[in-house]
């Protein structure tokens, strides 16, 4: 049957089983739009191309399949480009599709006419412009094989307007199926061996194409030999907090104990995790090419094995896979070493407990809250900046994929990630916690999520500032403020503009009945928390690091 080129393209995203688009509508892919119009996939429309290339992201992140973009093309797309550079990052596997000048108009910078392949390239997988109709059923193929594949990531397909429009007469592809690596006996015994062998071992978890069912493979493999496990850079959710085995996260200014452990390890079996800057505190912990520890380096892509550090063992295999073989050996004995395993669970559980900071309303009382209150499947997301530190320390996440931050640091993500959240599990509780920088970034999504009627959680956290940026300058520059001020609007107001709910909460003692409040509604609520500009860390304030810089120069 004769189909257009948009037809095609949708027929095979059915195919492949996607179930929810996420879009800025354009008219260089209208086309595709008509056509989506038929099919049994949900289409949801944001209000900015980075919002809906950051649905997307969380949307690959949550189901582990590619999660499906359409923008306009030019501006839709390098209004996109920072969700493609998070799903580059956090090796989370999208595809972006992006209207196109018709064919003949190439080569002239005709009007929105951009090279995908030139300006993507550097942050994608793969990066292709489809060229005739019939191509469709190949190229999606390979677009979704490419994206989910060794270590996952983001794939760019171009869609020229009349290639759109024009025929053909083409099979469906079949549907795709991962290529996946999985470690060998050879390797499998000798990381047993030297497992057995250490006195001081430490497992670092970390990188993408994990599932719920690696989560539960890694929590039995670690339990049954009395091995300690420490999560990367926002990847607390790959194992269960509450498990005597979590160490805890190697984050922006993680516990110090946590990073003595890292120096005093004498195994580091590193699975998924790229061991990048921030999880060796910018390479100082442990530093490149040779660490003193013996290292046994797991990761899906050849190419990352020995291009930082020179692994003593190196296994080709995706995390899932190995997880799922090391199981099913015989578990170590760690009884000669429990003394180590414990006293990384305590120090865990002592770098919970926070001191009050400035202000009538602390962060540190705030998290602790929503540490006791939320059930175990609720989805905390945040986006960047210093409010996230409170986010990661003091919370602890239960089960896999209730942890949805971007590990590329990008600004503007906690709203549309809880958006996509929300979509993926309506029965759970979304909450999104962001700055007021932060959610500014992206705020007018809240305006998709009254329209697709997503009762989602905001916690803006409001120090009239750029709080990142205000503690780096108090450090470098001390006294000298230039560009971080805040003039923010009534962001309880502007909750209630967009048909939400809104309410300012001054003080800890009334979070918890607003929350409630909040939790309560049938459509999304936004707390604005006023919080004093001089809590800026959870450790020193900002009239603190104003004078220890001073001090100093």
């Given at each position: 049957m004769s189909r257009s080129g948009a037809r095609i393209l949708v027929d095979q995203l059915v195919v492949h089983g996607v179930d929810t688009a996420f879009c800025v509508p354009g008219e260089s892919y209208i086309a595709v739009l008509d056509a989506l119009r038929d099919a049994p996939i949900r289409l949801v429309v944001a209000?900015?191309?980075?919002?809906?290339?950051?649905?997307?992201?969380?949307?690959?992140?949550?189901?582990?399949?590619?999660?499906?973009?359409?923008?306009?093309?030019?501006?839709?797309?390098?209004?996109?480009?920072?969700?493609?550079?998070?799903?580059?990052?956090?090796s989370t596997p999208l595809l972006l599709f992006v209207g196109q000048v018709?064919?003949?108009?190439?080569?002239?910078?005709?009007?929105?006419?951009?090279?995908?392949?030139?300006v993507f390239g550097a942050i994608t997988k793969l990066a292709i412009e489809v060229e005739e109709a019939e191509q469709f059923p190949e190229l999606t193929a390979r677009a979704f094989q490419t994206a989910v594949s060794g270590r996952p990531g983001p794939v760019v397909v171009a869609l020229p307007e009349d290639v759109l429009s024009e025929t053909a007469d083409v099979e469906d592809t079949a549907q795709f199926s991962p290529a996946r690596a999985a470690p060998s006996p050879e390797g499998l015994a000798r990381a047993h061996d030297l497992l057995s062998a250490a006195e001081r071992p430490l497992i670092v978890v970390g990188g993408g194409g994990w599932s719920a069912a690696a989560a539960e493979d890694l929590r039995s493999f670690a339990e049954a030999s009395g091995l300690p496990v420490a999560a990367s850079f926002r990847r607390q959710d790959y194992l269960d907090n509450t498990s005597p085995s979590y160490a805890g996260v190697l984050t922006i200014g993680h516990d110090a104990a946590l990073a003595q452990r890292l120096r005093d390890a004498d195994l580091l079996l590193v699975i998924g995790s790229r061991l990048g800057d921030i999880a060796t505190r910018g390479y100082t912990t442990l530093e490149p090419p040779r660490t003193p520890q013996t290292l046994v380096h797991v990761h899906a892509d050849p190419e990352e094995l020995g291009r930082v550090f020179q692994p003593d063992l190196a296994i080709v295999s995706g995390s899932a896979d190995f997880l799922a073989a090391a199981r099913t050996l015989e578990p170590v004995d760690g009884s000669h070493r429990a003394e180590w395993t414990e006293s990384a669970r305590a120090d865990f559980l002592a770098s919970l407990r926070h001191q009050r900071g400035p202000g009538d309303l602390d962060l540190g009382?705030?998290?602790?809250?929503?540490?006791?209150?939320?059930?175990?499947d609720a989805v905390l997301t945040n986006g960047a900046g210093n409010y996230t530190v409170w986010c990661h320390r003091f919370y602890a996440f239960r089960r896999y994929r209730t942890q949805l931050a971007p590990c590329s640091g990008a600004m503007g993500y906690g709203i549309p990630a809880a958006i996509a959240a929300k979509v993926v599990h309506p029965e759970r509780t979304v909450v999104c916690v962001s700055g007021d920088g932060d959610f500014l970034m992206s705020g007018h999504e809240l305006a998709a999520a009254v329209q697709e009627e997503l009762p989602i959680v905001v916690l803006v956290v409001n120090n009239g500032m750029y709080g990142t940026i205000r503690m780096h300058q108090e450090r470098l520059f001390p006294g000298r403020v230039v560009g971080t001020d805040l003039v923010n609007p009534d962001f309880a107001a502007w909750a209630h503009a967009f048909g939400a709910y809104g309410e300012v909460v001054l003080r800890s003692e009334d979070f918890p009945e607003a929350f409630d409040r909040a939790l309560a509604q049938s459509r999304p609520a936004l707390l604005e928390l006023r919080v004093d500009p001089e809590a800026i860390t959870p450790r020193q304030t900002l009239s603190e690091i104003r004078a220890e810089a001073g001090s100093a120069r």
């Open positions: 209000r900015h191309e980075a919002g809906a290339a950051n649905m997307a992201e969380a949307y690959g992140k949550l189901t582990g399949r590619p999660g499906i973009c359409f923008v306009t093309r030019a501006p839709g797309a390098t209004h996109a480009a920072t969700g493609v550079y998070t799903a580059f990052q956090d018709p064919l003949e108009h190439r080569g002239r910078e005709a009007f929105q006419e951009l090279d995908y392949a030139a009382d705030v998290m602790q809250y929503l540490r006791e209150r939320l059930p175990d």
